[in-house]
C-alpha cells in the first residue's frame, strides 16, 4: 500500500523538475531571441549611418559629425578626439580625414 504513494509522489516529482526544466530552457531561448533583435537592430543603425557617409561622400570629421548629429541616432554618437564612435562600430580619423572603420564587436 505505501509502495504505490512512494512511486506516485516520486512520478510527481519527477514530472514537475521536468517542466521547471523545460519552461527555464524556453525563457531563456526567448531572452536570447531579445538580445539578438537588440544587436541587429543596433547593427543596422550604424550600416545606415556608415552608408550615409559613403552616399554622401563624406571625407573629413566635420562633415560627418555634423551629417550624424541630424540623425535620429545621434544620441548614441560618442565622440572623441580622433574617433567617432556609434553604437557597435568606431570612425578612425588622421588629420581630420576618416582613414578606417572597426567594428568594436
Known sequence: MIKWKV????????WL???????FIYFKQEIIICFSKAEVESFEQDLGNVSI???RNLKT?????DKLSKNE?????????DTLIMN???LVFENDTL???IKKY
Open 61 to 65: 570629421k566635420k562633415q560627418i559629425e
Open 88 to 90: 557597435k562600430t568606431k
Open 53 to 55: 557617409i559613403f552616399n
Open 17 to 23: 523538475i521536468t517542466i521547471m526544466l523545460f519552461g
Open 99 to 101: 582613414v578606417e572603420i
Open 73 to 81: 541616432f545621434s544620441p548614441f554618437l560618442e565622440k572623441k578626439v
Open 7 to 14: 512511486a506516485f509522489f516520486v512520478v510527481i516529482f519527477i
